[in-house]
């Protein structure tokens, strides 16, 4: 016996490519109508209907090695629904023959023909299963289903058809332009059938009179199972994403005009569409897929709260009207309206994903563009990983994505340049120790991981990256015997990276961060600690035909060995480097031409003290501007700034919204458009916090990026 | 960007509808927003795009915006198609652009006199 059913089940294997059944036991099952299909080759079909059991044929392991994943799904579910255990579970099934409404039963009241969820396929399988309907991002099936009865009062007219269609088009293309990055496509399974079912005939309930008949004239079985049988054919059949239904009625009497199951698989409105009319059939259909997409209902009567975990990142109902203040925004899920709060956004599964990364770990970033803004980050798994943003943004960020299953040390530098408007090039040192690369370009997409020489670098090593100009890549980086090195890239270079080479002889603690920068076009200019503990720099421009020139040291101040130099240029030929000492002072130097006896300083900072080593990390938002930012002895995020008409020297420190991070983590701060500020940093929790700034206003953040 | 924004009606046609593959292949540079397996589909573009899209298929339409449809390529690719893809054309070319007299707009979905789509809770 398979289960409680009250039918014999038979096993059906085809052969590999062959419309013969292998396993077809006689002429009678062979023309027996099927129950379930599982893939191209198995189908359980049914038997005797005057009791229970299952048919099932020795099945070699070659034929089981043979089939495909929801085929073999498809044979076991099948011999497990077999099995003791399973047998005495079902005869001891837990409320049985109780209404699901009963008192007393916990959890939401079932929407109407919720029952045969309850099928009887086996509990681990099913479960296991991935949802046909978890959030929506990508490719999406979605099967219209337009049924006519055998009366003029439970027929479309070809009018009505048209119209029903027009308005489920207009709803989802509502949905599937909202959010462009989310790459919502609806494909379409538009089938009107004919049932003879009349309006007042028995049935269990108000669905299943007009439904089980129609998934009958689509080719499933007459149940709850051949809608999802159905629904899942669609995803197969048009190789999307998700897949769910949409059934159309009239005249037939409804539990309730619209409804929808939380997660699919179906929706189930009736044409009249109560008091909102056909014409709302667009909207009340958009608010209906929220639905299957995971969203709850925001308006009062529904009885939402604030609480909940809904949607793909489990996250609170907060714009339901009965709680969020001011009643709620205005929103799909609220009220008949095309706007859409951020909650349902993010219950649709928009916006960023949850990422951990170890700490202390930098995560980078870069403006391709104004305006834009790409952060890249290594998690704790070792997974290299990025996230967007540009003003349009509907779900504010967007991310995280795996980059190209590109692998590295949890909390890898994974660094980025714009070598043109729009186009990103990535470094890392992957898990073998030799650099990779990846890149972006509009139209392309992502392409990498390549391998950049054979130079070998301490796991996690960061590999500085910089433009000098258009289309020019220079990286730089200590490798693990502790020389100081450089690669170089531009488009003439048709067999692909040249170097490594080592700059004059430099050298440093294996994986130290050499930090670059280019103060004018064509010029490079590197900093390093040096093996003493000293910071030294080198140089290089197109002019210097001996190639690079230096080192030369700046000052006598020691630092870790290891410590991350910052370094900016805040004006044509201008330098400013900085860095904190081995005993934890925050410190600056400057050079530019006209200083005749070279570097200027070290200067402390404004008293500002970190660990010794804590990395500084500095921007120009605009022409001889400085902003600067450091991980304090509190583990704190501070700030401070310098610009030429602050006669007093440095301002700050300013407690930067008292973001808290581990010693050693990197603020990572841009400037994407003139005078703004956007920072990045890994919080206590691994979580990638960001904070921003602009003219007139104070410090906005840290807001985390992901739940 | 679609013009489908994210307040007010889907006012503009920013979409184009096509039918089959031309000789230079699938469009690939448009957004595809909606399929009808296997020969419809509709693009996110605007209508002055129509005919460098139509290089790519058998047909090609847009909506103007007073609602009149502008084709190009081979009309007779639609007689070719099943009734399901039949259906979905016929209701794109005929869809309404606007609805000034939308009954219940803004309103929320309690609001008295109407019914909430979903049963509301016992």
Not at chain 1, 398 to 425: C, I, K, M, Y
Not at chain 1, 582 to 604: C, I
Request: with cysteine.
């Amino acid at each position: 016996m398979a289960g409680d059913l009250p039918f014999e089940e038979i096993l059906v294997v085809h052969d590999d490519g062959a419309a013969e059944a292998l396993t077809t036991p006689d002429a009678e099952t062979a023309g027996a109508r099927v129950l379930q299909r599982f893939g191209d080759r198995v189908e359980i079909r049914l038997g005797a209907t005057d009791g229970g059991g299952a048919r099932m044929p020795a099945l070699s392991d070659e034929v089981l090695e043979s089939l495909s994943v929801t085929e073999r799904l498809g044979v076991e579910a099948l011999r497990l629904r077999t099995t003791g255990d399973y047998l005495r579970s079902k005869a001891s099934r837990p409320r049985d023959g109780e209404r699901w409404n009963m008192a007393d039963c916990v959890g939401a009241p079932a929407p109407p023909g919720m029952a045969v969820l309850e099928a009887p396929s086996a509990p681990g399988l099913e479960a296991a299963a991935p949802g046909t309907s978890d959030y929506l991002m990508g490719s999406v099936a979605v099967g219209v289903v337009i049924v006519n009865g055998p009366t003029v009062d439970t027929q479309f007219t070809a009018a009505q058809q048209t119209e029903v269609v027009a308005e489920v088009q207009a709803g989802l293309g509502w949905l599937a332009g909202f959010n462009p990055w989310a790459g919502v496509s609806f494909s379409y399974d538009i089938r009107p059938v004919t049932i003879s079912t009349q309006p007042n005939a028995p049935a269990a309930d108000n669905e299943s009179r007009w439904r089980d008949p129609a998934v009958g004239q689509l080719g499933f079985q007459q149940n709850w199972n051949g809608v999802w049988d159905y629904v899942r054919s669609l995803r197969t059949n048009l190789r999307t994403n998700w897949a769910y239904c949409v059934f159309f009625v009239r005249g037939y009497p409804l539990d309730h005009f619209a409804y929808a199951s939380i997660g699919g698989p179906r929706v189930v409105m009736d044409y009249a569409n109560d008091g909102w009319g056909p014409s709302n059939i667009d909207r009340v259909v958009a608010h209906e897929s929220g639905h299957i997409f995971g969203c709850p209902d925001e308006y009062a009567s529904s009885g939402c709260d604030c609480d909940g975990a809904w949607g793909r990142f489990g996250e609170p109902n907060s714009n339901c009207e009965n709680c969020a203040g001011a009643a709620g925004v205005d929103c799909l899920m609220r009220a008949n309206q095309w706007a859409m709060c951020m909650p349902t956004r993010r219950h649709l599964g928009w916006g960023l994903t949850s990422l951990r990364t170890i700490q202390p770990a930098a995560c980078h970033v870069v403006s391709r563009s104004l305006d834009h803004l790409d952060v890249f980050v290594c998690d704790q798994g070792g997974n290299t990983a990025t996230a967007a943003w540009e003003p349009a943004m509907v779900s504010w960020w967007e991310g995280w994505w795996n980059l190209l299953g590109g692998r590295a040390a949890p909390g890898a530098h994974v660094t980025v340049v714009s070598r043109r408007q729009d186009f990103l090039d990535v470094f890392a040192v992957g898990t073998d120790g030799h650099a990779y690369t990846c890149a972006w370009e509009p139209g392309q997409g992502w392409r990498g991981w390549w391998r950049i020489g054979g130079a070998s670098f301490p796991q996690g090593a960061m590999i500085g990256a910089l433009s000098r100009s258009q289309d020019h890549l220079d990286i730089f980086a200590t490798d693990a015997g502790g020389r100081v090195l450089t690669a170089a890239w531009e488009p003439a270079f048709t067999d692909g990276w040249h170097g490594w080479w080592q700059i004059q002889g430099g050298r440093a603690r294996p994986g130290a961060p050499v930090t670059a920068v280019s103060r004018s076009a064509d010029k490079l200019d590197v900093f390093v600690v040096g093996t003493d503990g000293g910071c030294y720099t080198a140089a290089w421009e197109p002019a210097f035909t001996d190639g690079w020139h230096g080192w030369w040291r700046i000052g006598n101040v020691a630092f870790p060995q290891g410590a991350y130099l910052g370094a900016v240029s805040r004006s044509q030929d201008k330098l400013d480097v900085f860095g904190t000492d081995t005993g934890g002072r925050v410190l600056t130097a400057a050079w530019e031409p006209a200083f005749n006896d070279g570097w200027h300083g070290w200067w402390q900072i404004q008293g500002g003290r970190a660990q010794p080593g804590g990395p500084v990390t500095a921007v120009s938002r605009s022409t001889d501007h400085l902003d600067v930012f450091v991980i304090g002895t509190d583990n704190t995020t501070y700030t401070a700034a310098w610009e030429p008409a602050f006669t007093d020297g440095w301002h700050g420190w300013w407690n930067l919204n008292g973001g808290r991070a581990a010693h050693g983590s990197f603020i990572t701060c841009i400037s994407r458009r003139l005078d703004f500020l956007d920072v990045f940093v890994v919080g206590l929790d691994g979580r990638v916090y960001t904070a921003a700034w602009s003219p007139g206003q104070p410090w906005g953040g840290w807001w985390p990026m992901g739940k | 960007m679609p013009v489908v924004g994210c307040r007010g009606e889907p006012v503009a046609p920013e979409e184009v509808l096509v039918v089959g593959d031309g000789p230079e292949g699938e469009p690939s540079r448009w957004p595809v927003v909606a399929r009808v397996p296997p020969h419809v589909a509709v693009l996110r573009a605007s209508p002055e795009e129509l005919a460098d899209i139509a290089r790519h298929v058998r047909l090609a339409m847009t909506r103007l915006p007073n609602g009149d449809v502008e084709m190009l390529g081979d009309r007779g690719a639609l007689d070719e198609l099943d009734e399901g893809a039949r259906l979905y054309v016929r209701a794109w070319r005929e869809r309404p652009l606007e609805k000034p007299d939308r009954p219940g707009e803004g309103l929320a979905w309690d609001h008295p006199g109407f019914q909430p789509p979903d049963r509301p809770p016992e």
